[in-house]
């Protein structure tokens, strides 16, 4: 029998987690997706089931991406953004439970390292990530190596854009996270007479056919996020930034579309991810490969 070995990637978000069998060329054999419940203990139970219905003697180690600041090299959350799993050693408990090897990075990383390798990052040494879902997540590559500071740089949804704006769950005010997320763009809907859950891609067809309040929505959703661009820009210049996640692509359709206008000093190249939101199973399970495949 053809024994072949497989990591498995997972992908944890404020609302979903997807866990995927991963080849070494970054193939997906099979995929998990489920909602996120409430709750520290169930939102530990949900990580765990979905690995167990995935994991088998083929697997060589797990990697998680998760959406908050990661101490990586002991692999612990130290902020849990939308979730209630901070100050978790994340990777520790998943080596105990099914004695394989396993790590910790932000999901914003890992989804960087998949377009560096297979996506819309080839090629590139110097580049940053955006990842636009429930909320914001960030990622710095930097002379072809993720760029992680003093432990847990890139935490680029917290770029204040408005010291007067909505609450972070940071504490500070106006991170583009509460202006240019999913989570805000509900926000701006609800204010409206339309449909709250609206998709993006309806909402930006509505803009493009002329509807008023479409293109006000959108207008109010993506300037915040052209200023954060320009600062990022001004700060780091990278060759390009990339919008990923669940909102990547109508974001950067929205930015061709209302064409936001910003300072002339910083003309950034802009792209939308390509492996939309397998990018972040990929990156953990391609990493996985990276840290244990020689132990196969």
């Keep these: 029998m053809n024994h072949v070995h497989e990591a498995l990637g997972v992908d944890l978000g404020g609302t979903k987690i997807r866990v995927a069998r991963v080849t070494r060329e ?36 797990v990697g998680l991406g998760f959406p908050g600041r990661v101490k990586v ?17 994340l990777a520790d408990l998943i080596r105990q439970h099914f004695s394989v090897p396993a790590f910790v990075d932000t999901d914003a990383d890992m989804a ?17 990530m955006m990842t636009i879902g429930t909320g914001i997540g960030g990622a710095i590559l930097f002379d072809g190596k993720m760029f992680y500071g003093n432990g847990s740089a890139a935490q680029l949804g917290h770029l204040t ?9 940071c504490g500070r005010r106006g991170c583009i996270e509460t202006l240019s997320s999913g989570s805000a763009l509900g926000r701006l809907l609800a204010q409206t007479d339309l449909d709250r859950n609206i998709p993006a891609t309806e909402l930006i067809e509505l803009a493009q056919k002329g509807h008023p309040v479409a293109r006000q929505v959108l207008t109010e959703w993506i300037t915040p996020l052209k200023m954060a661009i320009d ?12 919008l990923g996640g669940g909102l990547g692509s109508a974001a950067f359709e929205t930015l061709q579309l209302i064409q936001p206008a910003g300072s002339p000093w910083f003309h950034s190249r802009v792209a939308a991810g390509t492996l939309g939101d397998d990018a972040g199973v990929i990156g953990s399970g391609l990493c996985a490969w990276e840290k244990f495949g020689d132990q196969e």
């Design 112 to 128: 960087l390292l998949a377009e560096t390798k297979m996506g819309a990052a080839r090629g590139f040494k110097d580049v940053a």
């Design 73 to 89: 090299p002991e692999g612990i959350a130290l902020t849990a953004g939308y979730l209630e799993l901070k100050d978790l050693p």
């Design 231 to 242: 600062s990022l820009y001004a700060v780091i210049s990278p060759e390009i930034v990339l």
């Design 161 to 169: 854009v408005d010291p007067r704006g909505p609450v972070c769950n």
């Design 26 to 61: 970054g193939v997906i054999l099979e995929k998990r997706v489920e909602r996120v419940p409430k709750g520290r203990d169930a939102q530990l139970e949900v990580i765990f089931q979905n690995i167990q219905k995935l994991y088998s003697d083929r697997t060589i180690g």
